[in-house]
């Protein structure tokens, strides 16, 4: 496979940015990988471990003469990235993001950028309840879906970062900002701040002491656990900045939740049964879309016979 | 290993009961299952897979000279089922069951069963999001919690009763029926509620195309239709019979969501992040109390380098 980008700035290295240069390594997809974080100890990290071929201190040092400038910095954190970075990029260097809400760091990045740069935002849609420079892995994007925002984007910048993405294992959408965050709002948004507030109130009531919480979770809590495990400065800024679409999302939610809460009170068992049949079938098209493995319980340490 | 239980009927045969005979035979814990459940299909497949010695076709001729009964059935239908058996029992003989709930099961048996009759309620927490009787295996008890509720039973027929879970390969604790009631209340009854409600909100929303919900949902929403996957009868008669510790806990996780929505309303970040913080904490006690893995997204289909 040949170089698609020579050299590729990461700004920021969690999760998302070092399986990016595991994934990128992997398949010889770029000449350089030059990866800088705000945190030292982030820094040292990512040195230890390796992922990319230089570290540098700071982001207008990581993007200058980089073909491919990656902000995998949470989404409140964008604006000033760009505002350092802008005036040292190259002229048709591509910028993109990994943000899970669009419209608003369109809004924080793009002002920044000088005319000649390519400003392509992008979210993939992968990620574990892992965090930081040690938790990526080559195969992380491998058959999930990468969504692009090509935003008015030259053609030929939009392909070329595409390519990149598929190179990485990722199947590429193209999608409107505003599409992109009400979708997201109901598949991620929400669902993860339901899992944050359950969990929350397991650990509020002081009736139901921690140990049995945790010992008898074996059944829907424990997933909520993981999804509420997940890096809490990122999800802040998720939620603070894709506010309109998830909190309407809530609004429907909550309204369906009331509907069964009074279909419980009143033993009203056909709108249950109903209900919970209808909600079979959206499993069974995810499975059939290969976005999940139709092991039980996730394969989690079980064999068949 | 010696033979707990002569004769062991397993009335209902999804994927609680074959599990419980594939782990039985495993251990050599018994000296013959016997096997029914209401619809000639399930006992077809039964015969089929072959996980018990004998297949029968009613409840009363499972029950029939067997030193342990296990009723594998809905809640709904448990009390239909002791009704049946009761008169067949044996002297000396222990009835359990295997339902999520423990209150209403022993208003609804307990009545029918004659003197001389050990009744034991018990809750293997375990489970898949498949049912049916080729769901079934080995290895689901193992390092899982099985609760019982000894309820005045004579001690040595409990014990006895826990000396087979603890051989199939589960940890049994014993605990009062209304406290399991309320526990379970909080980690999986009120979590599957909240599960089914998502998923139905995604469903509804005419404006994301299935497609686009099933393709983009690797993120919080995928565990959420697995949850979401369960039985619909097992679950409609959960939520019925175990309503008011249900609803407490449903009225505890909508006051905490108003409050979450109202900070993502007025921008308080902190409120979030604090939050957000807190909920990590008790992951990572499953992870410590063995309950769960650590591997990223539950080790679906990912290798580390």
Redesign the interface.
């Known amino acids: 496979m040949s170089v698609i980008y020579q050299r590729v700035a990461l700004i920021g290295l969690g999760l998302i940015a070092s399986s990016m240069a595991?994934a990128m390594r992997r398949g010889g997809l770029v000449g350089e990988i030059v990866g800088t974080a705000r945190s030292a100890e982030t820094r040292d990290i990512a040195r230890e471990v390796g992922f990319c071929d230089r570290i540098v201190d700071t982001a207008a040092e990581a993007a200058e003469g980089a073909d491919l400038v990656v902000l995998a910095v949470p989404v409140?954190a964008m604006g000033a990235v760009a505002q350092e970075i802008g005036p040292v990029l190259k002229a048709g260097a591509t910028v993109t993001d990994v943000g899970s809400v669009k419209r608003a760091v369109i809004d924080a990045v793009a002002p920044h950028l000088p005319a000649g740069v390519h400003f392509i935002p992008g979210h993939p849609?992968?990620?574990?309840?892992?965090s930081g420079p040690r938790?990526g892995?080559?195969?992380?994007y491998?058959n999930?879906?990468c969504?692009l925002v090509p935003n008015g984007a030259e053609e030929v910048a939009t392909q070329r970062l595409c390519s990149l993405w598929q190179s990485m294992g990722a199947n590429v959408?193209m999608m409107d900002a505003d599409h992109h965050d009400?979708?997201?709002a109901?598949?991620?948004h929400?669902?993860?701040?339901?899992?944050?507030?359950?969990?929350?109130?397991?650990?509020?009531?002081g009736?139901?002491t921690?140990?049995?919480?945790?010992?008898?979770?074996?059944?829907?809590?424990?997933?909520?656990?993981?999804?509420?495990?997940?890096d809490?400065?990122m999800?802040?800024?998720v939620?603070?900045t894709n506010?309109d679409a998830?909190?309407e999302?809530?609004g429907?939610?909550?309204e369906?939740?009331f509907a069964?809460?009074r279909a419980?009170?009143t033993?009203d068992?056909d709108h249950?049964?109903d209900?919970?049949?209808?909600?079979?079938a959206?499993?069974?098209?995810?499975i059939e879309?290969g976005?999940?493995?139709d092991a039980?319980?996730?394969?989690?340490?079980?064999?068949?016979?």
């Open positions: 595991h409140g849609l992968a990620g574990t309840e892992h938790s892995f080559a195969e992380l491998d999930r879906w969504i959408e009400l979708v997201l109901v598949t991620s929400a669902p993860h701040l339901i899992a944050y507030t359950m969990v929350g109130v397991a650990d509020d009531l009736r139901v921690d140990t049995e919480v945790i010992n008898y979770s074996a059944a829907g809590f424990r997933d909520f656990t993981r999804i509420a495990a997940s809490p400065t999800w802040r800024d939620f603070l506010k998830t909190l999302i809530l429907r939610f909550t369906e939740l069964l809460q419980i009170r033993g068992g249950l049964f209900y919970f049949t209808r909600t079979r959206i499993r069974r098209g995810i879309a976005q999940d493995t039980p319980d996730f394969g989690r340490s079980v064999k068949h016979d």
